[in-house]
């Protein structure tokens, strides 16, 4: 009993052991790469003014996310991508 409860407590430690290592060694190849290739940021084209929502679509808009978030929401602002 008394091998078993130690071989138990060994074995435990040693794979905490392992997984603070496994964490550790991932942050430190996190910020590695993140110093060496820095996400590079995505620019948006600007819509053409003939690009314009209509208005009854907007109203469509309006409706339906008052609709779903039951009157609270509201719609600031509408984009083509």
């Given amino acids: 009993m008394e091998i078993g409860l130690t ?3 060994v074995g435990m430690v040693t794979v905490f052991v392992v997984l603070l290592i496994i964490i550790n060694l991932s942050k430190l190849l996190i910020g590695i790469v993140n110093k060496v290739a820095p996400e590079e940021e995505v620019k948006h084209k600007a819509a053409p003014a003939s690009a314009a929502i209509p208005q009854d679509i907007m109203e469509v808009i309006r409706q339906t ?9 509201t719609v600031a602002n509408v984009e083509k991508l």
């Fill in 65 to 73: 996310v008052a609709q779903v978030t039951g009157g609270k929401g």
């Fill in 7 to 9: 071989l138990m407590i």
